[in-house]
């Protein structure tokens, strides 16, 4: 079965504390990208990556950092220095054999919550 | 002026109505459109795409208007399942690189029995 998975579904962060959000996909897709969604709004980009060793930050970048070591894999850190963390992680992928025509694939997300 | 913009809703329909919603975008050069669904606490699936003047799945029919630069999404015979928010996402990118789908905040829909 082709698709993206992000693990884990649930992330509780302590205070100072930095956590990281796995997304993984095997559908040889060459760009991933990281959004944040809060209650009833819309996704905002966080970092985006279209190929291997390269990344760029999104419209809410502070805070964060990812790292693009595989194609298959652009795991997400929520560093102590972002104040507001709790929210819906979605992680997403797209082909990019027609940047003009490509649309994203969303993996199920990780909840993080801030204790 | 923000690049999607959709009424956020909410629309409370009777199962059975046929109910549409719109959405407008600011770059006259988008060339691909999307409609997509969003269950309560899950991922955004792509639902529908439109690459030239309309598509048709079933129920659902999606309509684009260039001149206007909206596109819509028509629900007809409305099921209790169809109750989700409906995301409206454009493709304003050039030939290449990523990053060039910008996406609405969604339009929430419930089908009321």
């Known amino acids: 079965d082709g698709g993206i998975t992000q693990s884990p579904k649930y992330l509780f962060r302590k205070e100072g504390q930095n956590v990281t959000l796995s997304c993984e996909q095997n559908l040889n897709h060459d760009a991933m990208y990281w959004y944040r969604q809060d209650p009833g709004q819309g996704l905002r980009l966080i970092y985006y990556?279209?190929?291997?060793?390269?990344?760029q930050k999104g419209d809410i970048a502070e805070g964060y950092s990812v790292s693009r070591e595989k194609k298959e894999s652009f795991p997400l850190t929520v560093t102590s220095a972002q104040k507001n963390p709790t929210a819906f992680y979605l992680c997403?992928?797209?082909?990019?054999?027609?940047?003009?025509?490509?649309?994203?694939?969303f993996g199920p997300g990780t909840r993080l919550l801030v204790l | 002026r923000k690049e999607v913009e959709q009424d956020p809703g909410p629309f409370n329909v009777p199962e059975g109505a046929t109910v549409a919603f719109n959405c407008t975008y600011s770059n006259s050069a988008s060339q691909s459109f999307f409609w997509y669904r969003q269950d309560c606490r899950k991922e955004p699936k792509l639902l529908m795409s439109v690459y030239s003047s309309g598509n048709e799945d079933g129920r659902f029919t999606a309509q684009l208007n260039r001149a206007s630069q909206y596109i819509s999404l028509l629900i007809r015979d409305s099921k209790l399942s169809d109750s989700a928010t409906y995301l409206c996402v454009v493709n304003m990118g050039d030939q290449t690189g990523a990053n060039n789908l910008f996406f609405g905040t969604g339009t929430r829909l419930t089908v009321i029995p």
């Open positions: 990556s279209q190929i291997v060793n390269d990344f």
């Open positions: 997403a992928s797209s082909a990019l054999y027609n940047a003009r025509e490509e649309t994203q694939y």
